[in-house]
């Protein structure tokens, strides 16, 4: 039987969060207008895997109705209770390209003690597109997470400002093969500059394919 609004809204209605979760995916075969009001009543449930899921899935149905959706998400990136929750919340907000919260992201970035949330956040600044991310990524290049460092990586080759080119070359010789990856990639948005030609000609040599193919894509 297919999915209909009524149905759906009668799992999400159910005691049982499993059913709730249901819900959610199944949300996924609704009219985009009749999914995004269910995905913001999901999104205020008090099961965080159910508002998990909603923040979530969001991203793909929030251009319907932009302010109430950046109210939500903002919403949840600075009050929920759960980290899991908060960081989906931030990864909708740059999908959607809300630049609007930009500095709500900046402020949670510098506030909270949690690498997940401040991981999220720096790779939903790429998506967002807002040139005011780059100090902060690029004060996230020298992070001693690794993991900061090549989502700062990306995030900055998606901003395609050319002042990062001098930032991100020196990676080509990082020890680790996913930054160099991540590198080649971010390096794609600045190809009409020599120094990063001659960069991605380095890396289309690497001793890792994954590496190597991403830089020859774009030589």
Request: proline share 3%; net charge negative; aromatic share 6%.
């Amino acid at each position: 039987m297919d999915n209909t609004p009524d149905s759906v809204k009668q799992l999400l209605a159910s005691e049982d969060y499993g059913d709730r979760i249901s819900a959610v995916n199944q949300m996924r075969q609704l009219d985009p207008a009749d999914a995004l009001g269910l995905l913001c009543q999901a999104a205020e449930d008090n099961h965080a895997r159910v508002r998990y899921a909603a923040v979530s899935q969001i991203a793909n149905v929030g251009n319907q109705d932009r302010e109430r959706v950046l109210a939500l998400l903002k919403k949840a990136l600075l009050t929920d209770a759960e980290v899991d929750v908060r960081a989906a919340a931030a990864d909708s907000l740059g999908a959607l390209q809300f630049t609007e919260a930009f500095d709500d992201l900046k402020i949670v970035y510098e506030e909270t003690a949690d690498w997940l949330l401040q991981f999220s956040i720096l790779a939903a600044l790429g998506e967002l597109g807002d040139p005011r991310s780059f100090d902060l990524l690029k004060d996230a290049l020298s992070a001693d997470n690794q993991l900061f460092r090549t989502a700062a990586i990306g995030a900055l080759g998606e901003l395609e400002n050319a002042e990062a080119i001098p930032l991100l070359l020196p990676f080509v010789e990082d020890s680790d093969w996913q930054t160099r990856l991540r590198l080649a990639q971010a390096l794609s948005h600045f190809d009409e500059h020599p120094e990063v030609k001659q960069a991605l000609e380095k890396l289309a040599g690497d001793e890792f394919d994954a590496v190597a193919q991403a830089a020859q894509a774009h030589l």
